[in-house]
């Protein structure tokens, strides 16, 4: 059964200056299902993903033509508050930056930006968002500690725990767990399985089994172009372009 | 004589050079301490520090009027210049484009590169007027008036330290921050600024070392009265401004001379303090984000 | 309740107009110096003895003993600070010698000007009185050169570490001996830092008051060595202004002042652009 499309990407085209660094993509992702996009490093999954938050805004002499729309409306619309973009769709890094705050300061911090005050929703919301993200038993008996002290692993599950406190429909995770250890690694899978029930998860991975594991759809990217995009189980058995193949296979990348 | 071995001629000749420094530090140590210690033999030291009489012609040496002068003076001009150069680095390590930069960066440099004279000129004439009328006085020769020339002084080292410890901020956080739906200013002052707190902290105790140390500017415009400030628009005199004044009719060795220069030993070692903490604040700060 | 879109604004309004009142405050002190004192100007002010106890005439002994000040000052420091640069960076090992040295230097940078016209006072005019005859011009200058000695220091090493290490290692792997390889290789590579350290030393020393008030006196006539008392354009610029003499001579004082150092920072600035242009060929 398939959802419907919650973002549509369509003729994306991105430049750093002169440089092309993405040509022509097109792509839908469905709603509350894993979209995993994999290709080898540098061939823009990440420039990609970052479209669909304007996380791209922010680098100097960036140049984005196309569209990308959300529930059906163009986020590069001029009328588009992107403040409240980056709040329906949230991300996870690369490597986990919590804020150097305690627990409780890093998950409340976005509530608190936009303008949730009284103490006791914020403490429900860190409680919610903890669970969410598989942490509290953890850290429930330590909120007030600094949020550095804990491990990688927790230090991501905190960073997912930080999007889920600001009720997002959509979660971007940028290669979550290629700081981690394998254990890390194993409990972040577990969880995006869990969160899909609720959140329409786009998912960055070098790493061909995880998406494999984790993923509905996959998408193959290759030197800034969208390959070949399907259900995942298709692309992994039944790849039809020679390059999908060649990758799955590991002749390169 | 013919060097065995050059090289280790020369290395021989840069090692005294650089022994130099420790050298005339020791000498400065030296000097100041032979030169004021001798007080303590007529005076005792905590009425040196606390009495506030100064008379030398009787023998009193209270300097408490003096210290409370500089610490009034100094926690005005810090007051006045920190929000405004922190606001100024903020401003050039964040928002600013490239134009703004290459006019503000130069001018704070030339602003840090004006001599201590002609600021106190500059303020004899401008500052002392601007507050003689604002408060109605007859002078305006005040501490408020040294505190607001010595804010302008030490602007520029709060502005280029806090600078540097906004810069070094990790990416990451302010990344962290906008892909929660958080705008400029609020990633500025609930992230930002806050963790590069130790570094800005060490510009603001460098920067109040400097005005406690400074002499030409405060002299000109703070009213030489040798009697405990009363408020912030009283005049009232430094440590070093007292120092500066009398040092031409005391007598070579006497009581007067020794005296004065114990007022300089204060603020040799406040700021020396000072320094010290603030080279562990910035090491911390960047061990933070190593 | 305000938006965060309009605290954003407002926020990023302020943060330009901290920016625009800096602005401000640099061009009011510099244009009232250059407006007060512009008047007083001419090529005869600055070469003119005073006359009238200063009430009229140039000030030719202030420019000529500034100048020597400061010549001394670098003569000491110059040698003293590159040589320590060099020993610091290519002679000695990491460890408590040199963190000795640099606390030691980094201590001298802290020490109030005022405490070093005590020093001054004490140890070259009292001490040593008849090697530097007592409030003389020369111990004004060594003053002045202890004074600088940490700045020229500083950027001297900050200079020669800028020359790459591999730069180095390649003259070794030719053959070359250390000291060949510093004077061919590293001194003429740091040569713009060392020369940017040494400009913002004489900026410093010749805008320096404190340190040789007890020195150097209000004398209206030219030096007639280095061993004899002068005056300076600081400090005749304090008696001035403290006295009340002549506001015009004064004004004119500080404007002769401003220029050198506006002088010597525009010198600055085209050596640092050389250095960075150096930076990025290396």
Same mark, same amino acid.
């Given at each position: ?7 549509e ?11 092309? #660094? ?49 529930? *059906? ?10 403040? #409240? ?11 986990p930056?919590?804020? +150097? ?13 936009? *303008? ?85 998860i ?18 193959f990217?290759?030197? *800034? ?23 799955i ?5 | ?81 920190? +929000? ?18 290459? @006019? ?32 109605s ?40 921050s ?16 806050p ?65 004065l220069?114990?007022?300089?030993i204060?603020?040799?070692v ?19 984000? #190593? | ?89 290519e ?11 640099? @606390? ?9 000007? @005022? ?7 004490s ?10 005859g ?18 020229? @220091? ?41 020369a ?31 061993f ?24 004119g004082?500080?404007?002769?002042l401003?220029?050198i ?22």
């Amino acid at each position: 059964m398939d959802s419907k499309n919650k973002i549509e990407v369509k003729n994306l085209n991105l430049w750093y200056g002169d440089k092309p #660094a993405l040509k022509d993509n097109n792509l839908s992702v469905k709603e509350k299902r894993v979209t995993a996009l994999i290709g080898p490093s540098g061939c823009g999954k990440s420039t990609f993903v970052r479209c669909i938050n304007r996380m791209n805004d922010l680098i100097d002499g960036v140049r984005i033509t196309g569209s990308v729309l959300l529930d *059906g409306k163009n986020i590069y619309d001029k009328d588009v508050d992107v403040v #409240a973009l980056r709040k329906m769709v949230g991300m996870v890094f690369q490597r986990p930056n919590p804020f +150097p705050m305690s627990i409780f300061d890093n998950i409340a911090y976005g509530p608190r930006i936009h *303008g949730i005050k009284d103490k006791d929703t914020l403490r429900k919301i860190v409680e919610e968002s903890l669970v969410g993200a598989a942490l509290w038993d953890e850290v429930s008996d330590r909120l007030a500690t600094n949020a550095l002290d804990l491990s990688g692993g927790q230090q991501q599950r905190l960073c997912i725990a930080r999007s889920l406190a600001v009720k997002p429909e959509v979660i971007l995770f940028d290669e979550p767990c290629s700081a981690l250890d394998p254990i890390a690694t194993g409990k972040i899978e577990d969880l995006i399985h869990e969160l899909r029930k609720k959140y329409t998860i786009v998912i960055v991975t070098h790493n061909m089994q995880q998406a494999a594991r984790v993923s509905d759809y996959t998408g193959f990217f290759l030197l *800034g172009k969208l390959l070949e995009f399907g259900k995942t189980r298709d692309i992994f058995e039944n790849p039809k372009k020679k390059e999908t193949e060649d990758y799955i296979t590991g002749r390169f990348g | 004589m013919k060097l065995f071995d050059p090289e280790k001629g020369v290395a021989t000749v840069l090692m005294v050079f650089s022994i130099t420094s420790i050298l005339i530090l020791s000498l400065i140590m030296l000097f100041i301490l032979d030169g004021g210690l001798p007080l303590f033999n007529k005076v005792g030291i905590t009425d040196f520090l606390f009495g506030d009489k100064w008379i030398p012609a009787k023998g009193l040496f209270g300097a408490s009027q003096f210290i409370i002068a500089a610490l009034l003076v100094t926690f005005g001009s810090v007051l006045i210049a920190v +929000p405004l150069g922190i606001s100024c680095a903020i401003f050039l390590a964040e928002i600013a484009p490239l134009w703004a930069k290459r @006019i503000v960066r130069p001018a704070i440099e030339l602003l840090a590169g004006i001599p201590s004279i002609i600021y106190g000129v500059f303020a004899l004439v401008v500052i002392v007027n601007l507050v003689k009328i604002s408060f109605s006085l007859a002078s305006g020769e005040t501490i408020l008036a040294a505190s607001m020339v010595l804010a302008i002084m030490i602007l520029p080292i709060i502005i280029s330290i806090s600078q540097d410890a906004i810069e070094s901020v990790p990416r990451l956080y302010k990344e962290g921050s906008y892909a929660l739906g958080a705008t400029d200013w609020q990633t500025i002052y609930r992230v930002i600024v806050p963790a590069a707190g130790p570094g800005i902290i060490a510009g603001v105790i460098l920067a109040m070392g400097r005005a406690i140390g400074e002499t030409m500017a405060v002299v000109l415009v703070i009213g030489n009265v040798e009697r405990m400030p009363t408020s912030l628009v009283s005049p009232g005199e430094t440590l070093t401004s007292a120092i500066l004044l009398e040092m031409g009719e005391a007598v070579v060795q006497s009581v007067h001379y020794n005296a004065l220069f114990c007022l300089g030993i204060v603020p040799f070692v406040l700021v020396l303090v000072l320094s010290v903490l603030s080279s562990k604040l910035i090491t911390k700060s960047k061990a933070r984000f #190593a | 309740m305000i938006s965060k879109h309009t605290t954003d604004k407002l926020a990023k309004a302020w943060l330009w107009m901290s920016a625009i009142l800096i602005i401000l405050i640099l061009l009011s002190v510099l244009g009232y110096i250059f407006v007060m004192g512009i008047g007083a100007m001419s090529v005869s002010f600055l070469l003119d003895m005073p006359k009238n106890n200063w009430r009229e005439g140039g000030i030719f002994p202030a420019i000529l003993g500034s100048l020597i000040v400061v010549v001394v000052a670098i003569s000491f420091a110059g040698p003293v600070g590159v040589g320590t640069a060099v020993y610091l960076t290519e002679f000695q090992k990491e460890g408590n010698v040199s963190r000795i040295i640099r @606390i030691s230097s980094d201590a001298l940078n802290a020490v109030p000007s @005022i405490v070093f016209g005590l020093f001054g006072l004490s140890l070259f005019v009292f001490y040593l009185k008849d090697y530097t005859g007592g409030p003389s011009l020369l111990s004004a200058g060594l003053t002045l050169g202890f004074m600088v000695l940490p700045t020229i @220091i500083r950027t001297s090493e900050v200079a020669m570490r800028s020359v790459p290490y591999a730069e180095r290692m390649e003259s070794y792997g030719l053959g070359a001996s250390k000291l060949q390889t510093i004077r061919n290789i590293v001194l003429p590579g740091a040569v713009p830092g060392i020369a940017t350290g040494l400009i913002l030393s004489i900026g410093r020393a010749v805008g320096e008051t404190a340190p040789i008030i007890f020195m150097v006196a209000l004398n209206p006539t030219i030096p007639e060595s280095l061993f004899g008392s002068g005056n300076t354009l600081t400090t005749q610029l304090y008696y001035l202004a403290m006295e009340g003499i002549s506001l015009k001579v004064a004004f004119g004082t500080a404007l002769t002042l401003m220029l050198i150092i506006l002088i010597l920072n525009a010198i600055t600035r085209v050596f640092k652009k050389r250095l960075s242009r150096n930076l990025r060929r290396g």
